[in-house]
């Protein structure tokens, strides 16, 4: 299958300025190197804890960031390096789906001009059109005509997600980053929606990246996925294999985070000490040796690579991959205790 999005070393910085604007106190490092394929037509996950940088790095797959490093080849083609009008028109077969319907949605728009806003930002001045379209849309996503000229406070949050699908769906894109589409919701309507994702993901051939906390909707959606902590990839790859046998410690603790009636298999609990580091100023080596149960001297200072352990399976471990050959410590793969993994020792 080929690549429909393809990031290449993409890292994305964002500066701290102090009391004077112009001068930078620091880095925020919301993404650091990161190279990955999404195939067309699959559904890609991002997992990972709030801040990991999942959000900005889709954000970038659609464009909206810039990477201060790296390349985001949208098609086989750098998107960074079309001229203005080639990259808006390229972004228009990239959409999102927010995380919150309340907030996404302009309450004073109705129905018919949220959904058909996109295209007329596109140019499309024809209302008979306009109005077709939008009917067919909402009837898409489980709505009706009888909305057409009902406002968000109408609506439930269920419902109002439907609204932003179909507004997201307007221009025929061909990539949706799904930006933890269903966690503003109720119980009762996730699953609602979550199908209503997978059927028209079949319907018009879409390609997703499904951002999401849940483990268990990811295992649902899912053909791919990638675990991010602190701005760097952890595991990647065959979502069935990833979830059959994790490798990374970080991954298991997820893994074994999320409630047993999603999982048949027996899992070992791992409860992470301590809270993510900050990303202006990330620990040396493996960026999650401070909470990792396994954490061996040398990943206090040597940053493991992120290789393919087996098929479509990637892993940034040297538990797995083992210590590069270099000069390394003596003890270097001895197990850390706890005292030794208080951040700034
Ligand atoms: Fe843990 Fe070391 Fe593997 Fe990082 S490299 S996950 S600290 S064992």
Known sequence: MTEIMTLRNVSVHFPVRGFLPFLKKGEIQ???????????????????????????????????????????????VDLHSLPREEFKKTRRRMQMIFQDPFSSLNPRFNVYQLVSEPMVIRGEDDEETMKARVVELLEMVGLSAQDLYRYPSDFSGGQRQRIGIARAISLNPTFLVCDEPVSALDVSIHA????????????LNLTYVFISHNLADVKKMCDRLAVMYLGKLMEAGDADKIFARPLHPYTQALIAAVLDIYFSEEREIVVLPGDTPSPINPPPGCRFWQRCPKAMRGCKTVPPAFLEVEEDHFVACHLVNGFPNQDLP?????PMVGREKVPGR
């Open 192 to 203: 609602q929606i979550l199908n209503l994702l997978l059927e028209l993901q079949e319907r």
């Open 330 to 334: 003596e003890g270097f793969d001895q």
């Open 30 to 76: 919301a993404v650091s190197d990161v190279s990955l394929g999404v195939r067309r037509g699959e559904i890609f996950g991002l997992v990972g804890e709030s801040g990991c940088g999942k959000t900005t790095l889709a954000n970038t797959m659609v464009g909206l960031v810039k990477p201060t490093a790296g390349q985001v080849l949208f098609e086989g």
